[in-house]
């Protein structure tokens, strides 16, 4: 069926993005599934990625398809579900209260949300009747927390009754708090929303991700999801190669045992 998304998502420093750059180098033309790099244009970074794009576009016209302009993606989704924009909107402008060197947070969630519209709406626009891989996605909301980091099962479910769901959704993550922390520490670069946090914060933050997941997988479960845990503490050609085998019987309509 056209339009179906499948997520990673987990907490920061668990290693999704890793797992699924992995995953997507396992990618061939003739797997069941397709990834988010696939079917949405790379972004224009540099002379690299600019090649990249060149390539998807000449690609992409070959085959016949025109990719409309981003912001009219956005503005699409929009349209298409104007409750759920609503209530992100709210839950940004509640939650969100802060400021980061100066910059009001909000403006930020809403840039990252808009961003996630237009990459939902392209995979649901697209052509190809194979699933698609992305990591993270509408399920990786850190604003669903009160500034207190509490988070509620009554607001989960209102949130995932609004959203287009997923097909199927993996979840990495390590047991291992500490594990998650070390990682976050040696990285060279941090992201804005990580600016100011220490070992205790980054250690906090995570353990409130880990308590949104399970909620978010108990939700997800009573409405016949599928979910998948994935140990990122394995190596990651492990764990990459337990989701290209839930991928491939997913794609094929196989019933993969859910862990």
Not at 55 to 72: D, M, V
Not at 141 to 154: E, Q, V
Not at 210 to 236: G, H, S, T, Y
Request: charged letters at 30%.
């Amino acid at each position: 069926m056209p339009g179906e998304r499948i997520e990673i998502i987990g907490p920061p420093g668990a290693g999704k993005s890793t797992i699924y750059r992995e995953v997507c180098k396992r990618w061939a033309r003739t797997s069941p599934w397709v990834h988010s790099g696939v079917l949405l244009p790379p972004a224009v970074t540099g002379l690299r990625s600019l090649r990249r794009w060149i390539g998807f576009t000449l690609r992409n016209w070959y085959r016949g398809e025109r990719s409309r302009a981003n912001g009219s993606l956005g503005v699409e989704f929009i349209s298409e579900n104007q409750e759920l924009v609503e209530f992100l909107w709210e839950a940004i402008d509640r939650n969100c209260v802060n400021y980061i060197d100066g910059l009001d947070v909000r403006l930020r969630a809403a840039f990252v949300l808009y961003k996630d519209m237009e990459r939902i709406q392209a995979i649901r626009n697209a052509n190809d009747r194979r699933p698609c891989l992305m990591v993270e996605g509408l399920l990786q909301k850190s604003f669903l927390r009160g500034p207190d980091g509490a988070i509620s099962d009554k607001r989960i479910d209102k949130y995932l009754s609004l959203i287009p769901f997923p097909k199927t959704v993996f979840i990495a993550d390590v047991a291992d708090v500490d594990a998650i922390v070390e990682r976050i520490l040696r990285r060279k670069k941090r992201n804005a929303s990580e600016s100011g946090l220490d070992e205790t914060g980054f250690r906090n933050r995570t353990l409130q991700w880990q308590k949104q997941f399970q909620m978010m997988e108990n939700c997800l479960r009573k409405r016949d999801i599928p979910v998948f845990r994935i140990d990122a503490a394995e190596p990651v050609d492990v764990s990459a190669g337990r989701v290209v085998e839930i991928l491939n019987q997913t794609g094929n309509h196989d019933e993969p045992d859910q862990q």
